[in-house]
């Protein structure tokens, strides 16, 4: 079954504005991952956050972890076209990796 | 280059006809997984190894065998594939508890 749900699946934004996206699970983890796939190629990896920290930052991306909540959000800002993708949160539970379907990202031009 | 390599990237096969798909990595890294994606489903773990001669079961291990010999291979099979095996399988590698780094993909289509 899968651990990480995202919401939305879907968004659409103009370039230059700021895009997020969240990530609910269920149990407790050792880390959360953000990754990131161009329409069926390989997923990349992009922000870990691991259980005992709170926010993190690289580049334009911003990534927040609520355990008290379990969920998460990925903050991409200033987009740029080449920002579409599709982004997956995936849990980390002692190895035990669960992805979530995803969000559709489209970021227009 | 550090990379995670799987061949074939494309496959079709019929229905009972044994198949393995490769995984390789260059990294040392000692965790290796096995995932399959599906529309709408994300992904989902198959099966995956902490280390050599150290193997458990994913979220959906049926119908699949794995194998870790060797620190750097990972080889899925497939000892009889069925339509609904029909997927694209990922192979990744990875410090345990760091950052996956993914192979190309492999697009299986079993008729």
């Known amino acids: 079954s899968q651990q990480g749900e995202e919401d939305p699946q879907a968004l659409s934004i103009q370039e230059g504005e700021n895009a997020t996206m969240n990530c609910s699970y269920k149990?407790?983890?050792?880390?959360l991952q953000w990754y990131r796939q161009n329409s069926g190629r390989g997923l990349v990896h992009l922000i870990l956050?691991?259980?005992?920290?709170r926010e993190k930052h690289s580049g334009r991306l911003r990534v927040t972890l609520d355990t008290s909540k379990k969920s998460s959000s990925l903050l991409i800002t200033a987009s740029r076209a080449a920002d579409t993708a599709s982004y997956f949160c995936?849990?980390?539970?002692?190895?035990?990796?669960?992805f979530g379907a995803g969000t559709r990202l489209t970021v227009k031009p | 280059e550090a990379q995670v390599t799987q061949n074939p990237r494309y496959l079709i096969t019929v229905t009972g006809k044994k198949l393995t798909v490769t995984c390789s990595q260059n990294?040392?890294?000692?965790?290796m997984s096995w995932y399959r994606q599906d529309p709408g489903l994300g992904l989902r773990q198959i099966y995956y190894?902490?280390?050599?001669?150290?193997?458990d079961k994913g979220d959906v291990p049926e119908g699949y065998k794995v194998s870790r010999k060797e620190k750097r291979n990972f080889p899925l099979i497939l000892e009889s594939p069925s339509p609904n095996q029909t997927s694209l399988y990922f192979c990744?590698?990875?410090?345990?508890?760091?950052?996956?780094?993914f192979g190309p993909g492999t697009r299986l289509t079993v008729l």
């Open positions: 990744a590698s990875s410090y345990p508890g760091n950052e996956q780094f």
């Open positions: 149990t407790s983890i050792n880390n």
């Open positions: 956050i691991r259980s005992n920290e």
């Open positions: 995936a849990t980390d539970e002692n190895n035990d990796m669960r």
């Open positions: 990294m040392n890294h000692e965790y």
């Open positions: 190894s902490m280390n050599v001669e150290v193997t």
